[in-house]
């Protein structure tokens, strides 16, 4: 801030004295106090990008929110791995794949099959989207079994169990 409000008043005053026919006072000077400044209060490109990132990344979290007037389930949230196998849904997919399974109750004898489910973690407000691709026997009325990239996108695989609400997309 205080760096910005002196290039401010120096650079007026650069422009206000130099003659007209020599504008290039102006980058000269500019050069001259950007090579004065403290390197902490610069940014690397890469820091910059980062930033950028995590701004599109906040910008897309806040697009995506349990709906009001929805229907919301509430219950736990585990996961699973593929090992290579289909799920009850009849598709192969990798553990790196942001996809879930539904409660039998709840799977409808797999009409939601390739259906979406928003999910939010109630204890640190983390939210994602995920694929319905296989069924869990094992999982209550509202809980959701996920795979292991969608659990981490959660939260961390060492906890196991996750408090969530979700929606169907």
């Not at 995590?54 to 791995?81: F, H, M, N, S, V």
């Amino acid at each position: 801030m205080r760096f910005a409000v002196v290039c401010s008043i120096l650079l007026g005053a650069l422009v206000s004295a130099a003659p007209i026919a020599s504008p290039a006072l102006v980058p000269v000077a500019a050069l001259a106090l950007a090579s004065s400044v403290d390197a902490s209060e610069l940014l690397s490109r890469s820091e910059v990008e980062e930033r950028s990132n995590d701004q599109k990344d906040l910008e897309k979290r806040a697009k995506l929110t349990l709906a009001a007037g929805k229907t919301t389930y509430k219950g736990q949230a585990t996961w699973y791995t593929q090992d290579g196998n289909a799920g009850s849904c009849g598709k192969y997919n990798s553990d790196s794949a942001i996809i879930v399974a539904v409660n039998t109750p709840q799977v409808n004898g797999g009409s939601h099959c390739g259906r979406y489910v928003t999910i939010l973690n109630t204890s640190n407000k983390k939210i994602i989207r995920a694929k319905v691709a296989d069924e869990c026997p094992g999982c209550g009325y509202g809980s959701l079994d996920l795979s292991t990239a969608a659990f981490k996108k959660l939260g961390n695989l060492d906890t196991g169990v996750l408090p969530i609400k979700w929606q169907w997309s």
